[in-house]
């Protein structure tokens, strides 16, 4: 075998980066994301503390664009490019698969149109300052609410079809068995990311914090 | 006589790949146990459209007429399915039926699936047992490895798989569902391991197992009830312990 024949052409390495960094960094950073900000749902202070935290990590311009910013334009444009390439059949074969296949491409870029969105208002209208006050004021926007709360299910529907595609593609669950267990637990992801991320929604909106018992009596 | 069973069905035909496509539409009579194929000879016997205009015999392909040629796959009511297996009382009339729509047409319902062969050629879909002398005896297969390799040495290239993945169009080179099975046959095989690396390597090239996007429509269609989605999952680990880590460990 010459030695041309093993090198692969550069469309299974950014294939093979683009499901990678759906689960690493992106997917781990919308978890991380997520159990930051449910500090909203004890108090207010306690999510400006650790707003604060996150906000003067060292490095930080380093890490938002080397660790969040670039995996996820890589992973949005080149999503994109894998849709424009790829031919949608659902109406001829309704199968729950293909049904996930066209999906995961509308949630993708719903999520990414909201990402983009979000990063803007509250990462660069706020200098990388944004408190508990500047979200609460943004949730008061009808419309924002909305884009909110779609962005958050479509972010979270998305991982969790990911995370099944992702044991498919990289022969982690290569039986049946193990193909249908993967996808309980991305649904599980799924639908537990969409709800702790609505709740946070509702904590900005309604001034709402169900967990503000834990904190010491006063 | 004037219930006399009919059997209405309507065939996409096109005499050449760039002429234009029309409908022609026939009313057969009824006869137990009916396949679309059989449709397919009554017409060619008695070419005659059901509003009595004579036309020609319809093209199609079709060998074994018991789903093990893979030749007759087709569009029967708008689903990849062999026309042998096809049966008459269990479709919706009129039948229509039509060409695949992935692969190049010859004519009417015949298209040509050379694309199919030459990407078995570019994965090296076979075991190497010819030499100038006599190699002696192989080695041994486990009865668990024969109980692997056997569903999957059923698949007949009929491309049903690639008809119905929507990673195969006209913008992509993917070489599909049966390619990567065969691939995974033929390295379960003792002595087709020896070629291994090179099956594997294909695969990571253009139109290789990267493009699948996990539709896992491939596995509901196939005729053969071959586990395509368990195939391309346990190729793909072998693909990508190649690419991404065969430079570390060889």
């Known amino acids: 075998m010459s030695a041309t024949e093993t090198q692969p052409d550069s469309s299974y390495l950014l294939r093979k980066l683009h499901s990678f960094t759906g689960i690493l960094p992106v997917g781990a950073f919308l978890a991380e994301h997520f159990w930051s900000n449910s500090a909203a749902l004890v108090s207010r202070a306690k999510y400006d503390a650790t707003s604060e935290e996150l906000q003067t990590i060292p490095f930080r311009l380093l890490v938002e664009w080397g660790a969040i910013f670039l995996p996820m334009l890589f992973h949005g444009g080149y999503g994109i490019y894998i849709w424009i390439k790829g031919k949608s059949n659902v109406s001829a074969y309704p199968w729950v698969g293909n049904w996930l296949y066209t999906t995961q491409r509308y949630t993708g870029l719903i999520a990414f149109a909201y990402i983009a969105w979000h990063l803007y208002t509250e990462r660069w209208l706020t200098h990388g300052k944004s408190t508990y006050e500047n979200v609460a004021q943004d949730m008061q926007n009808p419309w924002y609410l909305a884009f909110f709360v779609i962005g958050v299910l479509a972010s979270s529907f998305h991982l969790g079809v990911g995370i099944w595609n992702f044991a498919c593609k990289w022969g982690l669950a290569a039986t049946v068995k193990a193909q249908q267990a993967a996808g309980r637990f991305g649904a599980l992801v799924g639908v537990t990311f969409g709800v702790v991320g609505v709740l946070i929604i509702l904590s900005f909106r309604f001034d709402w914090h169900p967990f503000s018992a834990y904190l010491p009596n006063k | ?250």
């Open chain 2, 1 to 250: 006589m004037a219930d006399a069973k009919l059997v209405i069905v309507k065939v996409k035909r096109q005499t050449g790949p760039k002429e234009p496509a029309r409908w022609e539409e026939f009313s057969l009579k009824w006869r137990p146990s009916m396949n679309v194929i059989i449709c397919l000879r009554d017409i060619a016997e008695n070419p005659v459209t059901r509003d009595g205009k004579k036309t020609t015999p319809i093209s199609y392909d079709s060998n074994c007429l018991e789903e093990i040629c893979g030749s007759c796959a087709m569009l029967i009511n708008g689903k990849a399915r062999m026309a042998c297996s096809a049966l008459v009382d269990q479709l919706e009339q009129p039948i229509r039926i039509e060409p695949l729509s992935k692969f190049p047409l010859v004519r009417d319902l015949t298209v040509d699936r050379q694309f199919m062969f030459e990407s078995l050629k570019r994965v090296k879909a076979w075991i190497p047992i010819d030499g100038t002398y006599d190699l002696g005896e192989g080695p041994r297969v486990s009865p668990e490895t024969q109980e692997q390799g056997y569903p999957l040495s059923n698949c007949i290239s009929c491309g049903s798989c690639l008809e119905v993945c929507p990673q195969v169009n006209e913008h992509s080179q993917f070489m599909g569902a049966a390619i990567i099975s065969q691939v995974r046959l033929f390295n379960l095989h003792p002595t087709g391991a020896m070629n291994k690396n090179e099956r594997l390597a294909a695969l990571m090239g253009p139109g290789g197992i990267q493009d699948c996007a996990n539709a896992q429509n491939c596995v509901h269609a196939c005729p053969k009830n071959i586990p395509l989605t368990e195939s391309i999952a346990a190729v793909n680990r072998e693909v990508w312990k190649q690419a991404l880590l065969g430079w570390l460990v060889g």
